[in-house]
């Protein structure tokens, strides 16, 4: 193939998806432009308007092409709960994991001042203010408990501090259906550490 | 989400790549969207215009976008040679691990009545029309030997005949660095019969 062709083009921006290598990419070329040009013209489609139009929602910052999400939008969410997780896709993975049924708010990502991800990046102020609306009763930190990550939910947990608010955390522990022989060695001691009365 | 959101949307039609399942398509959406909008916005440009505009050459029937390939229109490939395959996908394979240096000429498929699929789908016209040129010494079936493959092969080589051309086929039989004990019994059957004088 030469180099400036439209179906190099067309590989090597397939190639820029994460988790496709040079053989996936050019396997995925060739079966949309012969078999399947219905679904390249409709991916090409929906590709472009979701860059264009997929911004943040005004009141969780998840993403979404409208002013608010609709779970923020929706009536039937209990008000009286938030949960806070870094990525919109750990929401994703709380919804179809659990029967939760209160809000959510997204930080995108963690505290790392050596990245220059500061309080305001994480749209902390923000998250502030809703620790002082009136209908919130608990807020539940589901942060990935890494030394980032941890210290991101101590700052949190200081700027609930004074409130009348329950603050908690998911658990953090031994993976159900995970060997204890093959847990890494600071999961077991917090598992340790963390134990309960059965 | 909500299933008509336009995440959805583009969850759904990463899916319809091949190999792509709704985790990979999920996680291809949330990196695009939060952490790679140009590579988003090229694949729908880049992806688009090859739907559009990439066709078939009009003297091999490989992809591209012009009317002919740059294999075709260059003139350091040898005109006495012609390599016959399946799929464009095969002239990439070839050129990669192969120092061939002739044109090609691409079926699209292997002959196969019961799906449709007859000699004029293939192009098998335009082939027989291409054994009566005087340039060319010699045609490589580089066909997979399947029934399906087999057949066309025979029904290639009856077109060949009368005419001064050489027709050869690509050697099958146990793979470099393949086991014996693991090669399936007909391509074993296959090598035992075609072996060669050492």
Do not use: W
Request: net charge negative.
């Amino acid at each position: 193939m030469s180099e400036s062709s439209l179906l190099n083009q067309l590989v090597e921006s397939l190639r820029r998806l994460p988790g496709i290598g040079p053989k996936s990419a050019q396997r995925m070329a060739f079966h949309l432009l012969e078999r399947d040009r219905d679904a390249g013209r409709q991916l090409a489609q929906v590709m472009a308007a979701a860059m264009e139009r997929i911004g943040r929602c005004e009141r969780c910052r998840t993403l979404t092409e409208h002013v608010r999400c609709h779970l923020c939008a929706s009536e039937r969410r209990d008000p009286r709960l938030l949960c806070i997780v870094e990525q919109p896709s750990d929401i994703v993975a709380i919804e179809q994991a659990t029967h939760y049924e209160g809000l959510y708010f997204v930080l995108g990502g963690r505290l790392s001042p050596l990245d220059g991800i500061g309080p305001e990046e994480l749209g902390l102020d923000r998250l502030e203010a809703r620790f002082k609306e009136p209908d919130l009763g608990e807020a539940i930190l589901a942060i990935s408990p890494t030394v980032e990550g941890l210290a991101t939910a101590h700052y949190i947990a200081d700027l609930a501090r004074g409130s009348q608010l329950r603050l908690s955390r998911i658990a953090h522990g031994v993976p159900l259906g995970g060997e204890l022989e093959f847990v890494d060695g600071s999961t077991l001691a917090h598992a340790f550490a963390g134990r309960q009365g059965l």
